[in-house]
């Protein structure tokens, strides 16, 4: 239902360049990174592809179905992004690939020193105090839909790789530990959110996120928050977007939204009601909110629902 964060279009190899016409390759590549441009003009099943290294890649146009990691297989759609693990083999169809209707997506091989160095650097500036956290790069979670930080991230890295600016592997470096650290900070709050009822000794992350589902259709002062977790406000802000990359308000905007998805599923349902009970004293602001994250207004999702 989400409307997704397309990435800007890439300008396809011209007929002359094409080696193949499934999984044709275009490399630029950096110190620390390689881009890869991957374009298919027909129909294929079952086409192998491994990196050494970890990879990010992201949908452009087209469609893929893929086979990752011995899961089911899924529809891999622009607006999406797959990381993959080193030595991983993935395993594509093109079922829909022809001249008129290629299928193109980027692939960003990551160098594993820089990625140990970037873990490191969390972890050297990332914890506070007593609570130490582990940082790392898991795949949990290795299929998602992008978010606004992460288009524009992978833009800017497309472009800068694909540039002929002499200090591309400057500017590369930048956007690409800003990526790295936002997409271990994403899967932080994922496992933390999926920690927070199953952990009778609940460290401070896990009380705070448990605090504000239990407290979601109320109001929530961020300074109730702060003294949760035995911080300053100011100290709680940082504290909270350096663990997860987004700030509190945003958290609870989310999880506010998320239940308003599954409140709004019910016909008997109007958009003033689920606004208070989610949480919102205001409804226009619910509903600026609501579009922000989901693409389109309460009422026009709850008409989109089949029941």
């Known amino acids: ?5 397309h990435l800007n279009h890439v300008a396809l190899s011209s007929s002359r360049e094409l080696q193949t016409l499934i999984e044709n390759r275009r490399i630029f590549n950096l110190k620390n990174c390689e881009l890869n441009i991957f374009e298919s003009y027909e129909q294929a099943q079952h086409v192998p592809l491994t990196f050494h290294d970890l990879v990010i890649t992201s949908m452009v146009r087209g469609h893929k179905v893929m086979h990752l990691m011995d899961r089911p297989s899924f529809h891999y759609l622009p ?3 797959v990381i993959v693990p080193p030595n991983e083999t993935m395993i594509i169809d093109f079922p829909e690939a022809s001249l008129d209707n290629p299928t193109q997506c980027i692939a960003l091989a990551v160098d594993d020193a820089y990625l140990k160095d970037t873990i490191e650097y969390l972890h050297s500036y990332y914890n506070i105090g007593e609570d130490k956290t582990h940082w790392e790069l898991t795949f949990n979670k290795y299929h998602f839909e992008n978010d606004d930080d992460i288009t524009a991230l992978i833009n800017k890295l497309i472009n800068v790789c694909s540039s002929g600016d002499k ?10 530990k800003e990526l790295l650290i936002r997409l271990i900070q994403s899967q932080h709050l994922e496992q933390a ?4 009822h199953s952990s009778n000794n609940q460290n401070r992350l896990q009380y705070v996120l448990h605090y504000i589902q239990e407290h979601l259709t109320e109001k929530i002062a ?4 702060s003294r949760k977790a035995y911080l300053s406000r100011n ?14 308000l945003e958290y609870i905007n989310r999880e506010r939204v998320k239940l308003a998805k599954q409140l709004l599923s019910q016909p008997s349902q109007n958009v003033n009601t689920v ?3 989610c949480g919102f004293s205001d409804v226009n602001y619910f509903v600026r909110v609501f579009k922000q994250i989901e693409g389109i207004t309460p009422k026009a999702y709850q008409s989109c629902i089949i029941i």
Do not use: C
């Open 167 to 176: 200090a591309k592997n400057i500017y590369a470096d930048l956007h690409l």
């Open 79 to 81: 607006g999406e992004t």
């Open 275 to 277: 606004s208070k009970q």
């Open 235 to 248: 100290l709680f802000f940082k504290w909270f977007r350096e663990q997860f990359g987004i700030t509190p």
């Open 222 to 225: 961020v300074d109730a928050l």
């Open 1 to 5: 239902m989400q409307v997704k964060n």
């Open 193 to 196: 959110h999926a920690s927070i």
